[in-house]
Each structure stands twice: as C-alpha cells, then as structure tokens.
C-alpha cells in the first residue's frame, strides 16, 4: 500500500452544466486510482449508486458538500474525490479552495465548451485566478457526427484540454448492473485505458520514454522498444528529439518494433538514403527537404496527435527567439520534419515569427518535457557517442587502416588498386559537410544529453561505436547494440514498471 499522505489528495469533479457520464467518470477514476496507487480512496457521491465492494473504494452519500465536513472524513485515505454538483451556491468556492485537483468535466460540444470559457473566465474576472489555474479541463468526446478537433476544443475554451474520455457504446458501459466499473471489467477498453492514463498521472505513477536524437545512432531506439515490448513494460507517454521523435511517433501510431525494423530496413541500401537528399542552393540549408517529407508522408499520411495510442511529446528549437517547443497538436508528419530539421542540414520550417529546427539543438534526450507533465518515472535513451565510445571508433579505424596497409604491401596489383582507390576517394570526401555537422552538433548535444539523463530514473547509452551519424545502412547493428543496453538494465526497467 501506499504510504498514507499527511493529508490526502483532493480531487473534486465538477461542471457548470449538466454533462451526462460524470458521476460514471468519478467512479472509475476513483477505481483506477485505488488499483494503481495502492491507496486508500474515498469517493464522495451527490447521489445513490451501485459501485462493487472488489473495487477497494470507500463511499458516502452527501448531496451537498463543505470543507468541514470533508475535514471530518478524509482521515485515513491516500485520495479523495468528489462528485460534486453542478451548482453548489456559496460552498462552491470553497471546495474549489480545499481541492489539490479539479477535473472540469465537460462534452465535446460548442455549447459545452463555451459555456465552459465563459466559467472559467468569471473565475478570473471575480479574482479567483489561482482556483482557475486548479481546473484541468477533461473532455467527454461524443460519438456524434460534427466532432470537434482537439485544437477547435482548445481554442473554444481558450485553454489545453488536459484528458480526454470516449463515449461509451451501448455493448460496454461504465458502469454495469452490480456496480462494476469498466476499468475492472475491460481494462483494455479505449475508455478504461485513458481512465487509467488519468489516475497514473493523478498519482504520480506515468511511466516515461525519452528517446534522444543522433541520426543513424538513433536506430538503437529501435532495439529498446524491442525489449520493452516484448517484455511487457507499460510505456505512458513517450517523448522525443530528432531521429528520436520519429520512431517515437512510428511507436505512438500503433507500429510494432518490427514494422518500424521494417521501414528502416528501406535505408540499408546506400542508394535509398541517397534518395532522400535533394540540394537546394544553400541559403539556409544544403537539402530542401522536400523528399524526407515525402518519405515521412508515406509513413504517416495526414495522421494527427488525436491519431496516437500512447501520447507523444516532440521537441523542436525555435532559432528565431531561441526557446525549445514541445509539439503535440496538429500533423504528425510537419512535427516530426521540424524536430528531423538539422541546421545547415535542412531547411528550417519558417512560420511567421518562428524558424524551426531540430529539437536535439537544446533538448537531445527529452527528459524535461516528461518531468513538465508530471511524470516521475523516465526511462531516458542516449544514443549520442561520448569520448569512450569516440576512443573505441578511432582504435577499431585505426586496425581498420593498418589492415589495408599491409593488404596493400600482400596483395596483388588488382586488390592494391581499389585499395587504393578507396584511400583516395576517403581523403577527398572525409570529412564531407554532412560529417563536419552532425559532429560538431553531437558533440555539443553530448554534454546536454548526459546531464538530462543524470535526472532520469533509468538511463540507457546504446552507441554502435564502429558507426558514423549517417551511416543508416548499418540498421541491424545499431538495433541489436539497442536490444544488448536494454536487455543489460531489464531489472532496473522492470522494477521502476511494476513496484
């Protein structure tokens, strides 16, 4: 069990308007909580109801509430949530006041949202600012023919929507006969695993993934969700830099490790990469661009953030007004491209006063983005080489060179001609413009990336040292030098999931 706060957490459920699935959203949050915190949860009904006595919560019956009486029960409980009424009159502030959390349950309506602003901004005209900034604003999305995109819901309530619940089907509902709630029932269920989502990140139980950027070294992401998967670890929420938001995002939209295996598996041939790179005149980038989105296009096609099973956070870098940028609305392709956009590299995505590029230029290993949203356990991936692993490259390049010299002084004069040749053409293209920058980048990330997973929970360093950045070809080393680091910290992982 939990250890048991000095004072419970206070979570009240509240509209301004009647909104039907609220005290079944009270029910099984309260549910959810009690089985993943392992705490003691009292739900305060306004209104009789069936709930099971296998759900581990307690219940009182009080139609209307105060903080005084709230005072003379919470003793005891890690949680307390509250049903409260649409109109409480004057005690209505005050349990604004007396709650840590206010979910503002409201239908994915324009009537319901703007009635909704309307609240919130009275709140803030009456001076009640610091009670508006309690309120996280829980959508109950209808099945309903007009449906409202996330970023049309956000601007009606002039404000982020914080979760969002499905709508119930007539086969499965919240709550059955005996008093079961869902997430009991059908912990599978899309409307049991967002409940679950929303009670981890009530009781600080998200489980994190920062997947960091270093271009073919980020390959390596692969071979860790390998292992997670296969091993059952309940990622919550992901983020991710450059080459790192791309697989995050393939990850997001439902692929299999195997399928993501399968799309990189494209680039082991050297003339597909080449494919991807379009010259452009070199005014703010060597490559226009215009092939990696179509490349990426393919892959995702006009899917949105609303399209992804587990949430995802990508980081881009604003150069104009230098500030970091977590995307998480709109279409995944244009994200992806703008966190992938390596300065000098490709062209920045310009948008009024903003030029976008790679999110790996001030967050490589996005731990902070995860720790902004309240997640306390973060598994964070570098894959960016350090000075070890930059030693071991140059010692297994200098075998490397010694082993031709002496193939030259043994070998017949075919074999000493191409050697030669690839000396040749080694010195004129090495290092290429492509080298001098991603080194120069992944140098400077290093230091970053490092720091950022010193405040992780568990840290993973998967480098393929005998590698460059661009060598995409070698996609099955990289992925297996992912499963080998994941595989070695499988304990680590395992206990931060489960305990």
Not at 360 to 389: H, Q
Request: some cysteine; aromatic content about 6%.
């Amino acid at each position: 069990m939990e250890k048991l706060r000095q004072a419970p957490k206070i979570i009240s459920i509240f509209s301004n308007v009647a909104c039907n699935g609220k005290a079944e959203y009270a029910i099984n949050l309260a549910t959810a909580i009690a089985k993943i915190a392992r705490a003691r949860v009292l739900l305060v009904c306004n209104k009789e109801c069936i709930i099971d006595p296998s759900t581990g919560i307690d219940k009182v019956l009080m139609e209307r509430v105060d903080k005084e009486s709230i005072d003379k029960i919470k003793q005891g409980y890690g949680y307390v949530l509250i049903d409260l009424l649409a109109d409480h009159g004057e005690n209505e502030y005050e349990m604004f006041y007396c709650s840590d959390s206010i979910h503002f349950f409201l239908e994915s309506t324009r009537d319901s949202l703007e009635k909704g602003h309307e609240f919130l901004q009275g709140l803030v005209t009456k001076g009640l600012g610091e009670v508006s900034n309690r309120f996280k604003v829980v959508v109950h999305n209808l099945d309903i023919f007009d449906r409202l995109s996330l970023e049309e819901m956000a601007w009606l309530i002039r404000r982020d929507v914080w979760a969002g619940v499905p709508e119930q089907g007539m086969a499965e509902t919240s709550i059955d006969t005996k008093g079961m709630p869902l997430v009991i029932r059908s912990p599978e269920d899309a409307y049991s695993r967002s409940l679950i989502h929303i009670a981890k990140r009530e009781s600080g139980m998200l489980l994190g993934l920062a997947l960091g950027s270093g271009a073919a070294f980020g390959l390596a992401h692969i071979g860790v969700l390998k292992v997670l998967e296969k091993n059952r670890i309940p990622i919550d929420i992901i983020s991710g830099s450059s080459i790192g938001a791309l697989i995050a995002i393939m990850w997001g939209i439902g692929l299999s490790p195997g399928k993501i295996e399968q799309i990189a598996g494209r680039l082991k041939h050297k003339l597909n990469i080449m494919r991807l790179l379009d010259f452009t005149m070199p005014i703010s980038g060597i490559l226009a661009g215009n092939r990696l989105k179509r490349f990426l296009k393919g892959i995702f096609g006009e899917k949105t953030f609303e399209d992804l099973k587990i949430p995802v956070k990508i980081i881009v870098y604003d150069l104009a007004n230098r500030e970091t940028l977590v995307m998480e609305k709109g279409l995944l392709l244009d994200a992806v491209y703008m966190s992938m956009a390596v300065p000098g590299i490709f062209e920045p995505k310009i948008e009024k006063t903003r030029v976008i590029i790679d999110g790996g230029v001030s967050e490589p290993v996005p731990v902070d983005a995860l720790s902004k949203e309240g997640v306390k356990k973060i598994i964070a991936v570098n894959v960016l080489p350090g000075p070890a692993d930059i030693h071991e490259r140059n010692m297994l390049l200098k075998k490397r060179l010694e082993d031709e010299e002496n193939l030259v002084c043994s070998s017949s004069f075919s074999i000493k001609a191409v050697v030669l040749l690839k000396k040749f053409f080694r010195r004129v293209f090495t290092p290429n413009i492509f080298d001098v920058i991603m080194t120069s980048m992944q140098s400077m990330e290093y230091v970053l990336a490092e720091e950022a997973c010193r405040k992780a929970s568990v840290s993973l360093h998967p480098v393929y040292a005998d590698a460059g950045s661009i060598d995409f070809h070698l996609v099955r080393h990289f992925i297996k030098r992912g499963e080998e680091e994941a595989g070695s910290k499988l304990a680590e992982i395992k206990k931060l999931a489960f305990e």
